[in-house]
Nanobody, 124 residues
């Protein structure tokens, strides 16, 4: 299993970024793939998730709802996170996550594999 993130960077409040996660080594339709983030001194938290093949059961953390959009493409299997209206409090390392099953969850305990992470810094 391999999860490779890209797209992080340093931006100003109000800017946009798109994160991408290319997933390989497993049948992507059989698993939920999502994004978590971890800010310094805080626990890793679920940001958004794309469930299995059909995308039903997706979720967004309350703090990003209306600003972030998750999407998925095939060949290669890629899960993108479009982030708009970025805030200083969105600063964190963002991790792509493959869950243990097809359903989404906000719990790190339900994640089977993690990507190495990509830094997003929002600062004026």
């Amino acid at each position: 299993v391999q999860l490779v993130e890209s797209g992080g960077g340093l931006v100003r409040p109000g800017d946009s970024l798109e994160l991408s996660c290319v997933a390989s080594g497993f049948t992507a339709d059989d698993y939920a793939i999502g994004w978590f983030r971890q800010a310094p001194g805080k626990e890793r938290e679920g940001v958004s998730c794309f469930r299995g093949r059909d995308g039903t059961g997706n979720y967004y953390a309350d703090s990003v709802s209306g600003r972030f959009t998750i999407s998925r493409m095939n060949n290669p299997s890629t899960v993108n996170l479009d982030m708009h209206g970025l805030k200083v409090e969105d600063t964190a390392v963002y991790y792509c996550a493959r869950y243990r099953a097809k359903d989404c969850s906000r719990s790190v305990d339900d994640v089977a594999n993690w990507g190495p992470g990509t830094q997003v810094t929002v600062s004026s």
